[in-house]
T-cell receptor, first 112, second 112 residues
């Protein structure tokens, strides 16, 4: 499987701290996306970065992409308890946005 | 609200029974997907569709069948349920363009 792998598998921090999650993948990609999943719910799209981009920002989210290392990181700044969720990276291969391959996820716990 | 609706939300089946999961989207998306989510495995693609009347196998298609007779609906069938099919099933849809997928809220299936 050409699945992405997130690291760490689980992360526990205090409110106000920054949370960093990493994603590694195996093959060349067209784009990489990050999704959030609250417990018992479906996944929600957070942010997309294309293969020719190195960094993207959206609110408190910062995503970087290093295609030479086949890795991406998601930084959540000033975490809140409401950020508690699982976070997944998903890679779009040659088909671009038509077929994504999801990683195994990072479980983030933000304590008040 | 526009989005992806999955029915049912919960189901318990006996081994050997059959059932159909329904996914409906009202965003006129061409692409629809069925994933299963198991602990530690992330999301794995079962089947997908690139348009009305089309279907294709994903990563783990065995034991499942799908149909897309109408653009807005994507059905996932289990002909003879097995305990290994106990999982949470997610449907998603996409326009094939950014930003990403829209997911349903999931169906929790238990096969006893």
């Amino acid at each position: 499987s050409q699945q992405g792998e997130e690291d760490p598998q689980a992360l526990s921090i205090q409110e106000g701290e920054n949370a960093t999650m990493n994603c590694s993948y195996k093959t060349s990609i067209n784009n990489l996306q990050w999704y959030r999943q609250n417990s018992g719910r479906g996944l929600v799209h957070l942010i997309l970065i294309r293969s020719n981009e190195r960094e993207k920002h959206s609110g408190r989210l910062r995503v970087t992409l290093d295609t030479s290392k086949k890795s991406s990181s998601l930084l959540i700044t000033a975490s809140r308890a409401a950020d508690t969720a699982s976070y997944f990276c998903a890679t779009g291969l040659n088909t671009g946005f038509q077929k994504l391959v999801f990683g195994t996820g990072t479980r983030l716990l933000v304590s008040p | 609200n526009a989005g992806v609706t999955q029915t049912p939300k919960f189901r318990v089946l006996k081994t050997g029974q059959s059932m159909t999961l329904l996914c409906a989207q009202d965003m006129n998306h061409e692409y629809m997907y069925w994933y299963r989510q198991d602990p530690g495995m992330g999301l794995r693609l079962i089947h997908y569709s690139v348009g009305e009347g089309t279907t294709a196998k994903g990563e783990v298609p065995d034991g499942y069948n799908v149909s897309r007779l109408k653009k807005q609906n994507f059905l996932l069938g289990l002909e003879s349920a097995a305990p290994s099919q106990t999982s949470v099933y997610f449907c998603a849809s996409s326009s094939g363009q950014p930003p990403g997928y829209t997911f349903g809220s999931g169906t929790r299936l238990t096969v006893v």
